[in-house]
Nanobody, 125 residues
Framework: QIQLVESGGGLVQAGGSLRLTCAAS????????MGWFRQAPGEEREFVAH????????NYADFVKGRFIISRDTAKNMVYLQMNNLLPEDTAVYYC??????????????????WGQGTQVTVSS
């Protein structure tokens, strides 16, 4: 009964920042690998970042390296995505995802068994 709820999306001008929050329930974060994905209109869902059970960041997508930071607060069962220097190309629905473990790489959507409903991020120029 793992559930994920994203929040923090909105409309921001290019160069601005947003902080997305993923609230997890049903399982402590210490048991979960967590990831952020996004899907722009007319495009396939793509990997953004993930963080492991031990709290280490294993990977960022190339297009967000140096701009986005994934972090976790295990005591609050929260995962965050701090997005800085946003670009219009970052406009998408952002999804939080979780898995207890997978034989797939954590940059692949099929590795994750649980998904949030998504939160819209719109970056204007």
């Amino acid at each position: 009964q793992i559930q994920l709820v994203e929040s923090g999306g909105g409309l921001v001008q290019a160069g601005g920042s947003l902080r997305l929050t993923c609230a997890a329930s049903g399982r402590t974060l210490s048991d979960l690998y967590m990831g952020w994905f996004r899907q722009a209109p007319g495009e396939e869902r793509e990997f953004v970042a993930h963080i492991g059970r031990a709290g280490v960041v294993s990977n960022y997508a190339d297009f967000v390296k140096g701009r986005f930071i994934i972090s976790r607060d295990t005591a609050k069962n929260m995962v965050y995505l701090q997005m800085n220097n946003l670009l219009p190309e970052d406009t998408a629905v952002y999804y939080c995802a979780a898995t207890l473990g997978s034989s797939y790489g954590l940059n692949i959507g099929k590795a994750y068994a649980y998904w949030g409903q998504g939160t819209q991020v719109t970056v204007s120029s």
